[in-house]
């Protein structure tokens, strides 16, 4: 992948629901929900679990 990308084009190129992610993630699927509309932020060692399950660099990806 290459561009920018929001959490839930990262998740939709997956194919995979909130909760599949969040459990990937090994997050709450309201955590993910809430990463992924905005409404807060992934801590610092959510956001690196981010970018290696999605293979995608921070500079990619639209928090």
């Not at 610092?44 to 928090?63: A, C, E, G």
């Amino acid at each position: 992948m290459s561009g920018k990308y929001t959490l839930a084009q990262l998740r939709a190129g997956k194919n995979w629901s909130q909760a599949n992610t969040a459990s990937a993630l090994g997050v709450s699927t309201n955590s993910w929900f809430k990463w992924e509309n905005g409404i807060s932020f992934p801590t610092q060692p959510n956001v690196d679990k981010i970018l290696r399950v999605f293979n995608v660099k921070y500079d990619d990806v639209i928090f």
